[in-house]
């Protein structure tokens, strides 16, 4: 393929020039790597599954104003430099196509020299978009802002906790399950990505009829589950769990769903706690969970699936898991983080002798 115009400048793509096979391979190569450093030989890697060009649906825009000029896009490698974009191949087209319409927003808005970062994310209802920034919501400001809003039909514009405009409540589907977002909400970065890990859960999680969803978000996992299983969802942010329990409420068909707010870093489940699931999914942030992996190696859980965004964390905690007793399973990459370094990845842990 071609590569992007901004290709060698641009932070965001580091492997745009590579031959498919030898992209692919260097993927797969890096979560072989990881487990080889923590004792994993012969691991059985599935066929990786790679989202398709322009599909990223969220993403963080960086803004800066000098000299009268507006400059908007992702940082340049190794630097705090912006690239000014005008072309990606990476970005859902509606997502790109925002980003003009952003530059003249800000144009207007920003004073010379002040910088703001955009934080979207591309929903079923429109663009819903948080602004970082130095300043503080006021009527004036929001007066400023409502007329674009309108002009780039956003469905939300956020600043920290204040609504600055909103022509629609920003809404996202998990199956059946459609869910009020709250603003700046986790969202895997592609539908496609999101698909193929919802099915992948699924798959691992098989007739399991009481599931614990550990760092559930606002419902990415618990609410298809819930289509054939009891689920128990814990997430710190009460307004992601909030979300959630909104959603399961309205959905027809779905089996009970419960919610625990609670930081799972600082309190992980303990074994009686998790002593009446049958099965634990796990899709923690790139940190990983090595507390919560710790407890689930004392427990007697049959089955986890684990979902990850970092291969060296997912290889830490896999060791931990082994040595309390858990076989792991096939692992599956999915390529979300598409020309980057970075490979998210689905997992199967099995107790010994089930």
């Not at 309108?150 to 629609?168: N, P, Q, Y």
């Not at 600082?266 to 507390?291: H, M, Q, S, T, Y």
């Amino acid at each position: 393929m071609i590569p992007c115009r901004h290709f060698g400048t641009c932070g965001g793509c580091a492997l745009q020039d590579l031959p498919e096979a030898g992209y692919r391979a260097r993927k797969r190569d890096e979560i072989l790597q990881a487990l080889s450093r923590n004792g994993f030989e012969n691991v059985e890697i599935g066929e990786g599954i790679s989202v398709s060009p322009r599909s990223r649906r969220r993403a963080v825009f960086k803004l800066e104003k000098k000299s009268g000029k507006t400059e908007i896009g992702f940082h340049a490698a190794k630097s705090h430099d912006i690239i000014d974009m005008h072309e990606c191949l990476v970005l859902t087209p509606a997502l790109f196509a925002a980003v003009a319409g952003f530059r003249e927003m800000f144009g207007a808005i920003l004073r010379d020299g002040e910088k703001a970062e955009l934080h979207v994310t591309e929903t079923d209802s429109g663009l819903d978009v948080a602004i970082r920034w130095k300043r503080l919501p006021t009527p004036k400001l929001v007066s400023e802002i409502a007329p674009w809003a309108t002009k780039l039909k956003l469905a939300r514009i956020t600043s920290g906790d204040e609504i600055l405009a909103e022509l629609a409540n920003p809404q996202i589907y998990f199956g059946k399950a459609r869910v009020d977002l709250p603003p700046e909400s986790f969202l895997q970065p592609t539908r496609e990505g999101e698909g193929a890990l919802q099915n992948l859960v699924l798959e691992i999680a098989g007739k399991s009829k009481h599931v614990a969803d550990l760092f559930a978000g606002c419902g990415t996992f618990s609410l298809p589950l819930a289509g054939h299983a009891r689920v128990h969802a814990v997430e710190l942010e009460r307004p992601a769990l909030n979300a959630l329990e909104k959603s399961a409420r309205n959905t027809a068909g779905l089996k009970p769903v419960t919610t625990q707010a609670r930081d799972l870093f600082k309190r992980p489940l303990g074994p009686a706690e998790l002593a009446p699931f049958d099965c634990v999914v796990l899709d923690p942030p790139r940190a990983g969970a090595a507390a919560q992996a710790a407890e689930l190696a004392r427990s007697r859980v049959p089955r986890i699936a684990y979902v990850s965004c970092n291969a060296a964390s997912f290889a830490r905690d896999a060791r931990i898991l082994a040595d309390g007793g858990y076989l792991m399973g096939r692992v599956t990459p999915v390529d979300q983080f598409l020309w980057s370094s970075h490979t998210e990845l689905a997992a199967q842990f099995v107790r010994d002798g089930r």
